[in-house]
């Protein structure tokens, strides 16, 4: 079972940037795959970013040049840079962790773009 704490949300003006992060339980190493999901009022959670534990990361195409998923081995964190955001990006931002034990969800941070 991996615990994820996500950190980060909160509320900017449109054009501006927050950065997301969430903290593993355990090495992130040992994690297959890491992502950021997000899901807005009366929507299905959506895939916004993913990171392999060998290095693959994928995008939504909503997000594309303006979001960056990283990660920082030493702090078993990953992070989601979001520059430029829009209205439309707002949403509870989850973060996922698929691991030989299975799929585990953090919490949820609320980021909220005002136009």
């Known amino acids: 079972q991996v615990q994820l704490v996500e950190s980060g949300g909160g509320l900017v003006q449109a054009g501006e940037s927050l950065r997301l992060s969430c903290a593993a339980s355990?090495?992130?190493?040992?994690?297959?795959?890491m992502g950021w999901y997000r899901q807005a009022p009366g929507e299905q959670r959506e895939l916004v970013a993913s990171?392999?534990?060998?290095?693959?990361?994928n995008y939504a195409d909503s997000v594309k040049a303006r979001f960056t998923i990283s990660r920082d081995s030493a702090k078993n964190t990953v992070y989601l840079q979001m520059n430029s955001l829009k209205p439309e990006d707002t949403g509870v931002y989850y973060c996922?962790?698929?691991?030989?034990?299975?799929?585990?969800w953090g919490q949820g941070t609320q980021v909220t773009v005002s136009s």
């Open positions: 355990v090495s992130i190493f040992s994690i297959f795959a």
């Open positions: 990171l392999t534990a060998g290095g693959t990361i």
């Open positions: 996922r962790a698929s691991s030989a034990g299975g799929v585990n």
